[in-house]
């Protein structure tokens, strides 16, 4: 395989999987919790996913070809905490999440290279990529730590369970050896 084609479908899925690893993290909370800000200096689990979905929505929108700063984008406006509900917050993650995704589908393997701007900094695509693939997955670690301190009932493990690694590698190496995206496992695990 193509490796340009080889790392757009590697995106793709551990965009998937930190995707779906915030929302277990939030399906395991009270609605209300996702509020909770414990002091002045951090963000609510609602306001981080209002700062991403934003940052994805000014990113990827028409990225090749405008600035991925958008002027519309209200930045500071991201971290004030004015969703009031579930569905709020799950809608504005899903329509940044959806504009990432749409924005990988849609692009083409020998685009990687193309030069775009984010704040008039010129990035391949691929060093955009891996900017938000280090940024995202910062985040969707706050909300999951975020989350196991919120929840007032036992944890649900988004990983390998405390006491487990032996059984997991067990597994792992009672099979062929194969090459394959570890999110393949990972998506179906916590499905």
């Known amino acids: 395989m193509e490796v340009n084609k080889w ?16 929302e277990k993290a939030m399906d395991q909370l009270e609605p209300e919790k996702l509020f909770v800000a414990v002091n002045e200096d951090t963000n609510s689990i609602a306001t981080i996913i209002k700062h991403i979905s934003g940052n994805m929505l000014s990113r990827w929108t028409d990225f090749l070809t405008t600035d991925g700063e958008k002027e519309w984008r209200n930045r500071d406006a991201e971290f004030e ?5 579930k569905e709020e917050v799950l809608d504005v993650w899903n329509k940044g999440w ?15 290279s193309d030069i775009i701007y984010i704040r008039n900094e010129g990035h391949t695509v691929i060093e955009a990529i891996n900017r938000q693939l280090a940024h995202y997955p910062y985040h969707v670690g706050q909300i999951v730590f975020y989350a196991k301190q919120l929840k007032n ?9 405390l006491n487990n690694s032996g059984n997991y590698n067990a597994e792992k190496f009672a099979k062929e050896k ?14």
Request: with cysteine.
């Open 7 to 22: 790392y757009l479908e590697s995106v793709k899925k551990q965009v998937l999987y930190y995707k779906m690893l915030g």
């Open 81 to 85: 905490n004015d969703l009031e509900s």
């Open 98 to 112: 959806d504009c990432f995704l749409e924005a990988l589908k849609n692009l083409k393997p020998e685009q990687l």
């Open 153 to 161: 009932s036992p944890w649900n493990s988004l990983s390998i369970p």
């Open 178 to 191: 194969e090459i394959k995206n570890f999110t393949d496992d990972e998506l179906e695990r916590l499905k």
